[in-house]
C-alpha cells in the first residue's frame, strides 16, 4: 500500500508541475524519451559482497516536460523507468551461509560465476536548464536532484563452479564423498532481494543534449549521468553501494 502511495505522489509532483505551466504565459512542451542505460554499483566498501561491480546494460524510458522561465533558462521535471545496478564476473565472494547455515556471520566462501544486480527504479528528477539556440536547434545543459523509488530489485547468477573456502583455492568444500573429489555447483537462479534494497534513492543528475525543431516540435537526443547519494542496501553487512548511470536516449516533445 505505501508503494502505491508513493507511485501516486511521484506522478501527482509531475502533473502539479504540469498544471502550473499551462497556468502561465510561459512556453511549455511535454515529451516521451527512451534509451540505452548503462549503471554501475560504486564503492562497497571492503565488503566483499558489493566490491568490484562493473557496469551493466539496461533501459530507460519515460515522460519529460519543460518550462520556460526566460533568458534561456528553463525548469526540466521527468518521470521515467530506470533499470540500474551491475555486473560482476569471474572469481568472487558468496555469504558462506547460502550453502552453510550454520556458518558464522560474516563469513565468506568463493567461486567462480556470473552475478547481475538488478534494480529497478522509478525516478523523478527536478532540472534546471540553460539552451543555446542556434537557427532551428539548440544545444543545452542541465543539472539538478532526483528522487528515486525502487520498484523490484534482483540478483541473477549464471554459471558452475568448484566453491572454496579460501581465495586462494587451496580448500575446496564442495568434495564428492565417494570419490573425494571436488565438483562444481551451478549458480544459475534468480533471486528476488527487493527486502534488502533501500526504497528511496535520492541523488544527482546532470548532461548535456541538442534539441532539433521539427516545426513547432522538438526531435532531442540526451546524454546525462546520474548518481545515487544514499546506500543501496539496507544492512550494511550487505555492503554500501551506490548506484550511479549513464543514460543516452531520443526523445520528442510537442508544444502545449
Known sequence: MKRIKLIIMLFLATATVTSFAQSSSSKFTLGIFGGLNIPRLSGGG????????TSRSGEAFGFTSNLDLGANFSLRTDLLYSSEGGKRNGFQAIDATSMNPLAPAGTYFYADFKSQSIL???????????????????????????????????????????????????????????????????FNATNDVTSSINTLNVGITGGIGYAQHIGKDQLVLDIRGAYGLNYVQKSSADGTSHTGNLLISLGYAVPL
Open 120 to 186: 529497478n527504479y522509478l525516478e523523478l528528477p527536478v532540472m534546471l536548464k540553460y539552451s543555446i539556440p542556434i537557427k532551428y536547434s539548440n544545444f543545452y545543459i542541465d543539472f539538478g536532484p532526483y528522487l528515486g523509488y525502487l520498484i523490484s530489485a534482483s540478483q541473477k547468477t549464471s554459471g558452475s563452479s568448484i566453491v572454496y573456502a579460501d581465495r586462494a583455492k587451496t580448500t575446496p568444500i564442495t568434495i564428492n564423498p565417494q570419490t573425494g573429489e571436488p565438483y562444481a555447483v551451478s
Open 46 to 53: 571492503n565488503n566483499e559482497l558489493s566490491r568490484d561491480y
